[in-house]
Each structure stands twice: as C-alpha cells, then as structure tokens.
C-alpha cells in the first residue's frame, strides 16, 4: 500500500543557512579529520627531525668541549711539569752556587 509519502532526505543545516544532505556533510567532515590528522603527523615529523639535528650538534658541541677540557687538562700539566722543572733548576743553582762560594 502506497501512502504516497515523499521520503525526505536528512538534512542538516549550516551556520550559513545552507542545508546540505548529512551524507555530503560527513564525507566532507571525515575528509578534513583526515587531512587535519595528516597536517599533524608531518609537523611532529618535522619537529623530530629537528630535534635529532639539534641533538647531533649537542653531542659535537659535547665532544668538542670535552676535547677541549682534555686539551686545557694537558697544558696545565705542562705546565706544572715546567713549572716543577724550573724549580729544580733553581734549586740545583742555588746549590751549585753555595758551593762555589765555598770552594
């Protein structure tokens, strides 16, 4: 039996007024989840693949603090190896030179 009921679409409304069929409404809904998901995940790939370059140029930065640290290390032993040498000298001179006085 035939009621000649006219089968309405469903439809949702906009802010604007304009009414769109809500099967329009989800494709284009799913399809900006979709690319606002895709917009996401090559941000944070970008920021990951700064923050690996960052973190490559600390552990050089690092390394060559550490060589330098190293390099500051061994001068401050010469250094006292010089500095100990000259010591020695002075005190052999100063002998050598009391013992001339003596002779």
Known sequence: MNT???RRLKTMK?????????????????EALINNTEKKNHQLDERKSLEEKRTVIDENCLVEIKN???SIIQIRTTTNQIEESSQWTNGNEAKLSACAVDR
């Open 4 to 6: 000649r009921k006219t």
């Open 14 to 30: 906009r802010s604007k007024g304009t009414i769109v069929s809500r099967k329009t409404f989800l494709a284009r809904y799913l």
């Open 68 to 70: 330098s640290k190293r």
